[in-house]
């Protein structure tokens, strides 16, 4: 038995490199079931994370009452981390939407029925699409945590339905960088690499990632490789001192801590290192890439003492790194928020995949690029064209793609958006700020907790004159603003596929019955396109399925020879665990890593994007893009570095960083109602580092106010591990499950961390600029205590005496089999 609390990553199982990682079945049940009580066990996946481990739900009298991983997937071998143990089901009792609301005369959201809310929905959009603005009047703001059968049907909705460009999921505040840099380098979005290249690689960079927390089935793996024979070295890029940076002293790696707003100084230091160090694959450059001259031309001022001044980070240090990655035969990178979630997102996550084409490091075993995904169906968004991509990573720009899909969906190429491109959600919400959005449909996020600069959120989600439709299973904070509100089904209650960082298909069966009368939301979008009537060319109904296995059917067509081919997929072959893509005729059971004969989908008929610069976002034409005759090579793409938007000063000379513990996902409509985890870290707080502490004159626990530009908030201060001038604050923490009003919490100051950042965004992915806010820090008064931060992440405090150590209790325990 094991308190996997206290124990994140569980019983290490360490293997050498070459050889298979091995399986350890961990599982939880309600202590008041015991294993052999259980009615059945129900295929699925796991929905916190990216990683998409296989898993099992156990099923007592039509309840979910746990669940154990499966040893035979690939992802997983069995294990699962705390949010899959104790967050993935326990919310099972708690206050459920199960009934739509509508707001009432009075203007009170009140309980009502189907038919009343999903006629005032037809109704209103009705109404808006006969007006002069037609479907430009539509926004749809959708999630990472849908399943793929989901998004599929809302694409067709909103492309051939209504004909909106005006689709985005919350996606673009998580992994539209990873889309981004897949696009520009290799053409097109797909992972190139592999989870299984963890088991022989000879060293692994995490770029702004701290997998130890966010995907901690996935760094149980690195640190079963860590303690077996040939360990990994360790390169952790990272201005906190997280485990994966202690890994990286621990396997004489490096730890490089850069300002927050330097990452692609650094990167292009790293570049420039193996360049004049001649650690290069010449003839890798020579066949399978474009751009090496400018590229040397870009990084040639980047020395390392010129960027160490940058990123105050020793100029040794970045040697080292370059050479570790210049030396070793085989090397895994991933890269996740801490690039992602900046300035110049893609020009640095671009540069990763730089290195790995540098030496040819890419597409066979050890060799893989991780450009990695955040939420568990985030990468169907992207491939359903839900994020205003096209469907099946079609190119928005190429006529021949549109015509392609108007020829699937049978209806005429010119309702399908294609005249510019897709608009990302900061312009959504730009647009629904100044009214030209009058109704804005939000399904499985959270906006008025994640988005940046809550104040403006608020604002728009109040305004009268915008309609808002929230799609979830909990009242949240967003949920509140709206004028309907529907109850959705949750995982566990439905079925539909999703498709991890690693393309990993899985197919996750519905094991009990929604409460009340929620529904799926494949079954509302079903309902809403009946309602509306949506036809195609010859009047029949456009959306032509009605189940989800008709939906995966359609879409495995919509992917028949693209790069993201599912046609050999099928829910019975699912059962069997997870599959990569592309499968079909070729790849029967699937394809382990991508691009292993060194070509890429480049070619101007077959590529996703024409590509941009990386500096400005400028959009490459058609024309230009043909002259540069990419035929299947890869892009090196470079920019110089510029600083951040808002660096500190003498008014806010702290640099706000935000991001996550390992024990909560997002702003916890799950995890926060799950005991062991909420206990685990029941509340806000802000890392503070302790020379700036000392300067602050604040101790532990005492209640500090952060202040940027855009807001405020107040929370206990940790005394952490951190560099001096940079403060971090999870951003979990809304106001939902302690009902106050408009950010405030009951004890009178808000605590999310968004009331802070600022609406910024990269120029090539959108993606908003959670990772560098310049604040002031301020002590407010003496705490009652240390502050509520758990003890065993990036968050332990400097001096840990006095200090409880974070742990589960009685009933928390988990059953770990490790199978030889
Ligand atoms: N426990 C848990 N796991 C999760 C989630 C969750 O909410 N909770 N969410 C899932 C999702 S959707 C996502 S997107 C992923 C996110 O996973 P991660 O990206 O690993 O998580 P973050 O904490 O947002 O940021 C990672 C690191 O970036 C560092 N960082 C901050 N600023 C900079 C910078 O300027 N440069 C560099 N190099 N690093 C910087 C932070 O110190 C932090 O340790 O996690 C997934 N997994
Ligand atoms: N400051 C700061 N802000 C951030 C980040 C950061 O690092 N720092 N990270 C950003 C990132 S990477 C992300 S991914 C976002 C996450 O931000 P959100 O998407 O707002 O976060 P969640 O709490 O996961 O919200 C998902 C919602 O979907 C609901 N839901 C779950 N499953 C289903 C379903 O099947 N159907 C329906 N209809 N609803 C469902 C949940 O109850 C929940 O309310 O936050 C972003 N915001
Ligand atoms: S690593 Fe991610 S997918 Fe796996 S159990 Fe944890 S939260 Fe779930
Ligand atoms: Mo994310």
Redesign the pocket.
Known sequence: MNDRIADIWGTRTPHGSGTAWPARVDSHLDPSVRADEVDRWVPSACV????GCGCEIAVKDGRMVGVRGRADDPVNRGRL???GLYGSWQWEHADRLGRPLVRDARGELAESDWDTAMGRVAERSRRLLESEAGGLSHGFYTS?QLFLEEYYTLAVIGKAGIGTPHMDGNTR???ATAAAALKESFGSDGQPGSYRDLESADAVFL?????A????VLWARVLDRIEGSDPPRIVA????L?Q?AEAARRTGGVH?A??????HA?MNALTRELVVHGRLDEDYIARHTLGFDDLRATVEPYTPEHVADICRVPAADIRRAAEIFGTSDRVVSTV???????HQATAASCAVNNLHLLRGLLGRPGCGILQ?????T?QNTRECGADGDLPAFRNWNNPDHVRELAGLWNVDPLTIPHWAPPTHAMQIWRYCEQGSIRLLWISGTNPAVSLPELDRVRNILRQESLFVIVQDGFLTETARYADVVLPAALWGEKQGTFTNASRTVHLSDRAVEPPGQARSDLDIWLDYARRMDFRDRDGAPLIKWTDPRGAFDAWRECTRGRPVDYTGLSYDKLRGGGIPWPVNERAPEGTERLYGDGRFPTAPDECETYGHDLLTGGAVGPATYRALRPDGRAFLKSAPYVPPPQPPDEVHPYVL??????????TRTK?GRSRPLRRAAPDAWVELSVPDAARLGVTEGDIVRVESPQGALEAPARLGR?REG?V?V???YGYGDQPGTDGAVPNGHPRAANELTPTEWDPVSKQPV???TAARVAKVRDGSGPAPAPTTT?SAPADPSGVPATAGTAGDEVTERIED
């Open positions: 916190l994370c990216s990683n981390g705390p949010k990472g505040l998580c992994t770029y702004g990632h701290n997998m927390e966010t995907q901690t890029v990272d201005p906190r997280t994966v490089l850069p300002l927050p707003g330097t990452n650094l996740l928020q801490g690039f992602y979630q900046s990695m995904n955040g939420q568990p985030a960083t935000t991001g996550r513990t390992a024990y909560h996902f997002h995890t951190g940079v971090f999870p951003f979990h959670y990772k560098m990036a």
